[in-house]
Structures are given as C-alpha cells and as structure tokens.
C-alpha cells in the first residue's frame, strides 16, 4: 500500500491534520472509519495516530483514536482508563438495547460508532425493520435477511460516516418508527448534544417520528464537550449507560425526569 497511501492527500502532515479534524468531530473515531475516511492502510492510520499522540494531539485508545478532553475534571490517568473502558462499554451498552428489540418492531439507529455497535449486536434471524443514515450500520446490514433495511440516502458525509441532508430530512418525514436509538456527543443538564449542525438535523427529524427515544451514552460523553444542542430531555424516554456513571451524573439525569438503565459493563 506503500505507494498508494495518502494520494488523496498532498503530504502527511494535510492527512494528518485531516486526521485530527476528524477525531476532533467524533471525539473518538476507530481505525477502520480513519482508514476509509482518508483512504489509507491500517498502518498508515497507525503512524499518523502515533505521531499526534505524541505531540499531544489526541491519545490512542483501544478501537481507535480518542480525543483529549477540553477540560480534564478527573486527572488524565484515570481519563485513559475510562476512554480504554468505553469499547467494552458501548458494546454492553448495545447488546443491552439490542436484546429488547422484538420481532417486527421498527427501529431507527442513528449515526457513530455508539449506535453502530447496536446494528451489529441485532439478532441475525429477528424480523425486523431498521431506518438508518448510518453508512457503516447499512454495511453491517445488508447481508441480513431478516431485517427490512430503509437506507436513508442524502449526502455522505465522510467525517461521521453518514447521509445527511434535506433528502434524509424529506426521507425521514414520510416514515414512522417505534423505537429510536439515538446517540450523542455530550451530555449535560440542558440535554443532550452533538458535534455539528448537520447531525442534530437529521437527530430531531429522527426524535419526530419515533414513539419512543432510547439515549445510548456512554459515561464518557458526561465529560466531552460537544457545540450543537440535539434536544433536551423531555424528548428522551429512557437512557442506557454503562456502569462508569458517577453518582452525580446519575443524579443529573433523574433529576430531569427521564428513565436511566445503568447496563454492568
């Protein structure tokens, strides 16, 4: 791949900094989503991560690359262990949700890595109807069956790897759902939020037409800082969240009236 690598890019340091600039919108991203994002190998990912890591840009956590938070309220030791902890905790997270979806229910996951891994946790022979604008969730999709795929095509965007846009929006209008699997970036007492303006678009339409809205939250995202405000709680039915919830958080949440099940990771 020696010589193909980064043609999409000029020199390392534009990929690198188009590395940066995506993990800074996700807060974390895995090194698979960088590898299709910028085109490269493995490898390659694993340099350029290494060589930011190192001028302390971001910090490589397990799956991916983790971004450093703004601010630091727990000492950066015991950040690092709860970012290497939130792999294992969005996956307990997603087979918790994943377990309660019921044969022919409607569901909706919503874009990133959080709501992808409910995808791939989805029982594979369980009849069921799922609407996504999530790129990697239609991919973990399409060999199943079983499940009545609604893509909702607009706009790649490559840095979230999802569609977005008025045809998503349109798309999303005509439809209905039961469920909502909707994910986020940050977390804090006026709601729930997310990193750019085009997601919480395609979030509220989704939020519109479901029954109902699960939150899936990893406890990382109580300390990320993410600019748009998605919605506040009165739109969320119930919340996931792994174990690594501080009592205060908890206590946030109840407080804003909304049902919290804390999944053991």
Do not use: W
């Amino acid at each position: 791949a020696g010589m193909t690598d980064g043609m999409r890019y000029g020199s390392a340091p534009e990929r690198r900094a188009r590395l940066l600039q995506i993990v800074e919108e996700q807060g974390f991203s895995s090194t698979t989503e960088l590898m299709v994002a910028l085109g490269v190998s493995d490898m390659t990912v694993r340099r350029d991560a290494q060589k930011l890591a190192e001028e302390g840009r971001v910090r490589i956590v397990h799956g991916g690359v983790s971004m450093l938070p703004t601010f630091d309220l727990q000492g950066s030791r015991q950040y690092e262990e709860r970012a290497g902890l939130m792999a294992a905790a969005k996956l307990a997270i997603a087979r918790t949700a994943a377990a309660r979806v019921h044969e022919d229910e409607v569901i909706a996951i919503d874009a990133g890595t959080s709501a992808r891994e409910v995808a791939r946790a989805l029982p594979t022979t369980l009849p069921l109807t799922v609407v996504t604008h999530s790129a990697s969730a239609i991919a973990d999709l399409m060999g199943r069956p079983s499940t009545t795929l609604i893509a909702l095509g607009g706009m790649l965007h490559h840095e979230t790897l999802s569609f977005d846009g008025p045809l998503v929006v349109d798309a999303i209008s005509e439809l209905q759902v039961d469920t909502f699997y909707l994910a986020a970036s940050g977390v804090g007492p006026r709601g729930v939020f997310c990193a750019n303006d085009f997601d919480a678009v395609t979030k509220r339409a989704l939020i519109d037409i479901a029954a109902r809205v699960v939150l899936i939250l990893d406890s990382s995202k109580f300390h990320a800082s993410a600019m748009v405000l998605v919605c506040d709680f009165s739109f969320v039915d119930e919340v996931l969240v792994d174990d690594g919830i501080s009592a205060d958080d908890l206590a946030m949440l109840q407080a804003a009236g909304v049902a919290v099940t804390v999944v053991s990771v």
